[in-house]
C-alpha cells in the first residue's frame, strides 16, 4: 500500500502532523516510556516558548474531491480542518485570522478553492505580513505523492494530476518558502496527506508507468531546524478514520487534546507534550478497543523550550475516557455516513422578485433565486421516475443567482477562449448557441476565471439548488404539469427535432418556467457541482445538501435527443468530471453578495 513521504520543514518551531507510516528514521530521538519524547533539548532547562505573543494565524487546507480520472476521493479532511478552525478560535485565534480553502467553502468563495494556483497565491500572501512575534498554523488535508525517482513529497491540490509533477503542490517548495519569506517566530505544520492507494482505478490504467514510494517516513534523515515530527502510525501499521467521530482518528484526538483534554496539570495551558501524550495515547486507545488493530503516532526530532499551544479559557480536567465500542472502517473507506439529522420545520415561502434580473461583462442574464424550501425527487407514482429519486424535503438556506439560459459559445469564448465543440459533429457554430462538448472539469475552469474576471464569486450549482431552480414552485413531472405533451412548448427534446436538427440549439427560443428560466428542460445537459450517489437522497442533509464525497459528477436537464422522462425536473444522470459528449453543458450561479 502506498504511503505518503513527508520530508521536513526549516523553522523556528515546527510541529509536522503526518498520517502515514514507514520505516523510522535515522537518528530520530527515541520515545520515553510513556509513547512520546521528552521537550526540553540541551541547554534549554526552564525556557519556555510560549506561542501567542504575538498574533496568531491559521492557513488550513482539505480537498475531499478529486477528478476520479486522477485520484480516489475522501471523506473527512473537510471535517478535520473545519473542526480545527473552530477549536483554534477558542484557544486565541481571531477568526479573521484563520484562513480555510475546501472545496465547500471555494463554492462561494472562488478563491479559497484549493486548487495549486489558490495555494499558493493565499500562502504568499499570508506569509508577507507576519511579524517575528506571530505564530502561523499550517494544516493540509487531502492525498500526498512521493514518486521512486525523487526524494521530494508532494501534496495534492484539487486540480492535481498525477501524470504532471508541476499541477502538485512540492512540500520542499512550502518548506523553504516558510525559511526564507516568513518572519513568524513560530510555525505549526498538520499534515494529514497519506492515504492508501490514492490514484484511481482509471488513473492507475493510464499511468502505468508511474511508480509511487511505498515508504511513509520522511526521506530525509536529518530534520533540519527545531523540527517535530508527528506520524500518525509506526512502521507496518494503518492509519484509520472512522464515520462516529468524523475525522481520522489521530486528528481527532489532535484537535480535542488542542481543545483542552489535553491539559494534563490543569494550568488552563495546552503544551506540545501534553497534546503528544494525549494524542498517542487516546489513538492507541480507540485503535485497540473498538478497531481490534494497532495504531501508534510516533513523534520525530526536537524542539526547544517548554512550547505552549494553546491558552484555555477555563482550567480543563484530566480526561481519558474509553471510546464505545464502534465498526472498524480503513482510511480508504467510503461507507455511507450516519443518519441525518431529522428536516427542519418548514418555512413559508418567500415570494420571488421577477424583475430581480442582472446582466454581467459577457452579457450573461442571471436571475435571483431566493431561498426556501421544496420537495426534491419524484413520487412513486411519476411516469418515467426511475431508482435514486427517493423524494425528501431540502431547504435552500440563501439565495443566489442562476443563469437564465444556458452558457452560450460565444460567452464561453468570450472566458475561456477556445472551442471545446470546434470541428465535432452535431453543431451549428454561433454566439447564441448553447456551449456544448464542455467537461466538468472546464466548466469548473470557465467559473474560476469568470469569477477572476468579474470580482465575485460564479460557480456550477448544486444539484438541490438546479432542481429547486428548475421546479420553480411546482411539484409536478415537468415545471408547467405532468402533461409531457405540453413538452415542445418549453424544450428542445427527441420528440420535435427531426434529423436535420440534431445539435445543440439557440438558447432562450422556448417558453421559460414559473421563474423566467429557459431551457431547464432540454437542449444541453447541465453539469452540477455534486458527485451522483443512488442512495444520497436517503441520508443527505435537509439543508443546503452539497452532494457525497464520491463518485462521478452528476448532470440535469435532459438533451435535444432524448426521451421525454429524461427532461423531468427530478431526472439525474452521471459521468466522469473529465467526460465531453455534443449534449453536454453548463449553467453558471452568481453569488447573491453584492
Same mark, same amino acid.
Given at each position: 500500500?502506498?504511503?505518503?513521504?513527508?520530508?521536513?520543514?526549516?523553522?523556528?518551531?515546527?510541529?509536522?502532523?503526518?498520517?502515514?507510516?514507514?520505516?523510522?528514521?535515522?537518528?530520530?530521538?527515541?520515545?520515553? =516510556?510513556?509513547?512520546?519524547?521528552?521537550?526540553?533539548?540541551?541547554?534549554?532547562?526552564?525556557?519556555?516558548?510560549?506561542?501567542?505573543?504575538?498574533?496568531?494565524?491559521?492557513?488550513?487546507?482539505?480537498?475531499?474531491?478529486?477528478?476520479?480520472?486522477?485520484?480516489?476521493?475522501?471523506?473527512?479532511?473537510?471535517?478535520?480542518?473545519?473542526?480545527?478552525?473552530?477549536?483554534?478560535?477558542?484557544?486565541?485565534?481571531?477568526?479573521?485570522?484563520?484562513?480555510?480553502?475546501?472545496?465547500?467553502?471555494?463554492?462561494?468563495?472562488?478563491?479559497?478553492?484549493?486548487?495549486?494556483?489558490?495555494?499558493?497565491?493565499?500562502?504568499?500572501?499570508?506569509?508577507?505580513?507576519?511579524?517575528?512575534?506571530?505564530?502561523?498554523?499550517?494544516?493540509?488535508?487531502?492525498?500526498?505523492?512521493?514518486?521512486?525517482?525523487?526524494?521530494?513529497?508532494?501534496?495534492?491540490?484539487?486540480?492535481?494530476?498525477?501524470?504532471?509533477?508541476?499541477?502538485?503542490?512540492?512540500?520542499?517548495?512550502?518548506?523553504?518558502?516558510?525559511?526564507? #519569506?516568513?518572519?513568524?517566530? $513560530?510555525?505549526?505544520?498538520?499534515?494529514?496527506?497519506?492515504?492508501?492507494?490514492?490514484?484511481?482505478?482509471?488513473?492507475?490504467?493510464?499511468?502505468?508507468?508511474?511508480?509511487?514510494?511505498?515508504? *511513509?517516513?520522511?526521506?530525509?534523515?536529518?530534520?533540519?531546524?527545531?523540527?517535530?515530527?508527528?506520524?500518525?502510525?509506526?512502521?507496518?501499521?494503518?492509519?484509520?478514520?472512522?464515520?462516529?467521530?468524523?475525522?481520522?482518528?489521530?486528528?481527532?484526538?489532535?484537535?480535542? *487534546?488542542?481543545? *483542552?483534554?489535553?491539559?494534563?496539570?490543569?494550568?488552563?495551558?495546552?503544551?506540545?507534550?501534553?497534546?503528544?501524550?494525549?494524542?498517542?495515547?487516546?489513538?492507541?486507545?480507540?485503535? /485497540?478497543?473498538?478497531?481490534?488493530?494497532?495504531?501508534? @503516532?510516533?513523534?520525530?526530532?526536537?524542539?526547544? +523550550?517548554?512550547? $505552549?499551544?494553546?491558552?484555555?479559557?477555563?482550567?480543563? @480536567?484530566?480526561?481519558?475516557?474509553?471510546?464505545?465500542?464502534?465498526?472498524?472502517?480503513?482510511?480508504?473507506?467510503?461507507?455511507?455516513?450516519?443518519?441525518?439529522?431529522?428536516?427542519?420545520?418548514?418555512? @413559508?415561502?418567500?415570494?420571488?422578485?421577477?424583475?430581480?434580473?442582472?446582466?454581467?461583462?459577457?452579457?450573461?442574464?442571471?436571475?435571483?433565486?431566493?431561498?426556501?424550501?421544496?420537495?426534491?425527487?419524484?413520487?412513486?407514482?411519476?411516469?418515467?421516475?426511475?431508482?435514486?429519486?427517493?423524494?425528501?424535503?431540502?431547504?435552500?438556506?440563501?439565495?443566489?443567482?442562476?443563469? $437564465?439560459?444556458?452558457?452560450?459559445? +460565444?460567452?464561453?469564448?468570450?472566458?475561456? =477562449?477556445?472551442?471545446?465543440?470546434?470541428? &465535432?459533429?452535431?453543431?451549428?457554430?454561433?454566439? #447564441?448557441?448553447?456551449?456544448?462538448?464542455?467537461?466538468?472539469?472546464?466548466?469548473?475552469?470557465?467559473? &474560476?476565471?469568470?469569477?477572476?474576471?468579474?470580482?465575485?464569486?460564479?460557480?456550477?450549482?448544486?444539484?438541490?439548488?438546479?432542481?429547486?431552480?428548475?421546479?420553480?414552485?411546482?411539484?409536478?413531472?415537468?415545471?408547467? *404539469?405532468?402533461?409531457?405533451?405540453?413538452?415542445?412548448?418549453?424544450?428542445?427534446? =427527441?420528440?420535435?427535432?427531426?434529423?436535420?436538427?440534431?445539435?445543440?440549439?439557440?438558447?432562450?427560443?422556448?417558453?421559460?418556467?414559473?421563474?423566467?428560466?429557459?431551457?431547464?428542460?432540454?437542449?444541453?445537459?447541465?453539469?452540477?457541482?455534486?458527485?451522483?450517489?443512488?442512495?444520497?437522497?436517503?441520508?443527505?442533509?435537509?439543508?443546503?445538501?452539497?452532494?457525497?464525497?464520491?463518485?462521478?459528477?452528476?448532470?440535469?436537464? =435532459?438533451?435535444?435527443?432524448?426521451?421525454?422522462?429524461?427532461?423531468?425536473?427530478?431526472?439525474?444522470?452521471?459521468?466522469?468530471?473529465?467526460?465531453?459528449?455534443?449534449?453536454?453543458?453548463?449553467?453558471?450561479?452568481?453569488?447573491?453578495? /453584492?
Amino acid at each position: 500500500m502506498f504511503r505518503l513521504a513527508i520530508s521536513t520543514i526549516v523553522s523556528v518551531t515546527a510541529l509536522v502532523f503526518v498520517c502515514g507510516c514507514g520505516e523510522s528514521v535515522e537518528n530520530a530521538e527515541p520515545a520515553n =516510556g510513556n509513547g512520546w519524547t521528552g521537550e526540553r533539548g540541551s541547554g534549554d532547562e526552564g525556557q519556555r516558548d510560549v506561542v501567542g505573543q504575538g498574533d496568531l494565524y491559521a492557513f488550513l487546507v482539505a480537498v475531499r474531491q478529486y477528478d476520479p480520472a486522477e485520484l480516489t476521493s475522501l471523506q473527512f479532511t473537510e471535517n478535520d480542518v473545519t473542526e480545527l478552525a473552530e477549536t483554534l478560535k477558542t484557544v486565541g485565534y481571531e477568526e479573521g485570522n484563520i484562513l480555510l480553502m475546501t472545496q465547500t467553502v471555494g463554492a462561494t468563495r472562488t478563491r479559497m478553492l484549493p486548487t495549486r494556483q489558490n495555494i499558493q497565491e493565499q500562502l504568499s500572501l499570508l506569509i508577507r505580513e507576519l511579524k517575528p512575534d506571530d505564530t502561523l498554523l499550517l494544516a493540509f488535508s487531502g492525498h500526498g505523492l512521493q514518486f521512486k525517482d525523487k526524494d521530494e513529497s508532494y501534496y495534492c491540490p484539487a486540480d492535481a494530476r498525477v501524470s504532471d509533477r508541476s499541477t502538485l503542490i512540492s512540500m520542499d517548495d512550502v518548506y523553504a518558502q516558510l525559511e526564507s #519569506d516568513c518572519q513568524a517566530r $513560530t510555525k505549526l505544520l498538520l499534515m494529514d496527506a497519506c492515504r492508501n492507494d490514492p490514484m484511481s482505478r482509471l488513473s492507475r490504467s493510464a499511468n502505468a508507468e508511474i511508480e509511487l514510494d511505498a515508504s *511513509g517516513v520522511p526521506q530525509r534523515v536529518e530534520l533540519p531546524g527545531s523540527l517535530t515530527a508527528f506520524f500518525s502510525c509506526s512502521a507496518g501499521e494503518k492509519s484509520y478514520e472512522h464515520p462516529d467521530i468524523g475525522h481520522g482518528v489521530f486528528l481527532n484526538f489532535v484537535i480535542e *487534546g488542542l481543545g *483542552g483534554k489535553a491539559d494534563f496539570d490543569r494550568d488552563g495551558e495546552v503544551s506540545l507534550a501534553e497534546l503528544e501524550q494525549f494524542s498517542v495515547k487516546q489513538t492507541q486507545r480507540f485503535v /485497540r478497543v473498538n478497531l481490534s488493530r494497532a495504531q501508534t @503516532p510516533e513523534r520525530r526530532g526536537e524542539s526547544r +523550550g517548554l512550547v $505552549t499551544l494553546a491558552r484555555l479559557a477555563t482550567a480543563t @480536567p484530566r480526561t481519558g475516557d474509553i471510546p464505545r465500542e464502534v465498526s472498524p472502517v480503513p482510511i480508504s473507506d467510503t461507507s455511507s455516513p450516519c443518519p441525518p439529522p431529522p428536516p427542519p420545520p418548514a418555512q @413559508p415561502r418567500r415570494p420571488l422578485n421577477l424583475d430581480d434580473v442582472i446582466t454581467n461583462s459577457v452579457g450573461m442574464k442571471l436571475k435571483l433565486i431566493p431561498a426556501g424550501e421544496f420537495l426534491m425527487g419524484s413520487p412513486v407514482s411519476e411516469k418515467g421516475r426511475v431508482e435514486g429519486e427517493t423524494q425528501h424535503r431540502v431547504r435552500i438556506s440563501q439565495g443566489f443567482y442562476l443563469q $437564465t439560459t444556458e452558457v452560450t459559445q +460565444g460567452q464561453w469564448e468570450l472566458v475561456m =477562449g477556445t472551442k471545446p465543440w470546434k470541428g &465535432q459533429p452535431y453543431v451549428t457554430e454561433g454566439p #447564441d448557441y448553447a456551449a456544448n462538448y464542455v467537461s466538468w472539469s472546464e466548466a469548473m475552469e470557465f467559473c &474560476q476565471k469568470l469569477s477572476a474576471k468579474e470580482g465575485v464569486t460564479y460557480r456550477l450549482p448544486t444539484e438541490a439548488e438546479w432542481e429547486y431552480a428548475c421546479r420553480a414552485g411546482t411539484e409536478t413531472a415537468y415545471s408547467f *404539469g405532468d402533461d409531457a405533451a405540453s413538452l415542445s412548448d418549453y424544450a428542445w427534446w =427527441g420528440g420535435n427535432v427531426d434529423d436535420d436538427a440534431n445539435q445543440a440549439h439557440r438558447v432562450g427560443l422556448k417558453r421559460p418556467n414559473p421563474w423566467g428560466l429557459y431551457d431547464m428542460h432540454g437542449n444541453v445537459w447541465e453539469w452540477c457541482s455534486d458527485y451522483y450517489d443512488l442512495n444520497y437522497y436517503k441520508w443527505s442533509p435537509a439543508t443546503d445538501p452539497q452532494g457525497p464525497s464520491t463518485g462521478i459528477k452528476v448532470y440535469r436537464g =435532459g438533451k435535444w435527443l432524448t426521451a421525454a422522462s429524461s427532461c423531468r425536473s427530478a431526472d439525474r444522470e452521471r459521468n466522469p468530471a473529465s467526460f465531453r459528449w455534443s449534449v453536454l453543458g453548463m449553467r453558471a450561479v452568481r453569488s447573491a453578495a /453584492r
